[in-house]
């Protein structure tokens, strides 16, 4: 079983930006990151193959955030530019063994461990 902890959740200004880190404990291929915002079902953000760096991205979120590794600090980040209202709730990595496609990659589904989460509100 794979162990996640993310953290760098905040309150930020429409614009703003963030940073959250998935510090990853345990053997895995793939992270994701994934949110959820109340009433809402969990999402896909993105996507990232840890040996290859091959990556995928919701639409969403295409050119504004961006999911890289740290293979050192066994450290999965992604960084989110110009954050908008729409982008508020709470975001969890999450580990695959899994052969994954751009299609399967950003399916909740495909993934067995998860993090506890951490919050992202953007508001003015």
């Known amino acids: 079983q794979v162990q996640l902890a993310e953290s760098g959740g905040d309150s930020v200004e429409p614009g703003g930006s963030l940073r959250l880190s998935c510090v990853i404990s345990g053997y895995t291929s793939v992270i994701g990151w994934f949110r959820q915002a109340p009433t809402k079902a969990r999402e896909g953000v993105a996507t990232i193959h840890l040996s290859s760096g091959t990556t995928w991205y919701a639409d969403p979120v295409k050119g504004r955030f961006t999911i890289s590794r740290d293979g050192a600090e066994n450290t999965v980040y992604l960084r989110m530019n110009e954050l908008k209202p729409g982008d508020t709730a709470m975001y969890y990595c999450?580990?695959?063994?899994?052969?994954?496609?751009?299609?399967?990659?950003?399916?909740?589904?495909?993934?067995?461990?998860w993090g506890q989460g951490t919050q992202v509100t953007v508001s003015s």
């Open positions: 999450a580990a695959s063994r899994r052969t994954m496609t751009a299609s399967r990659g950003l399916l909740p589904g495909m993934y067995d461990d």
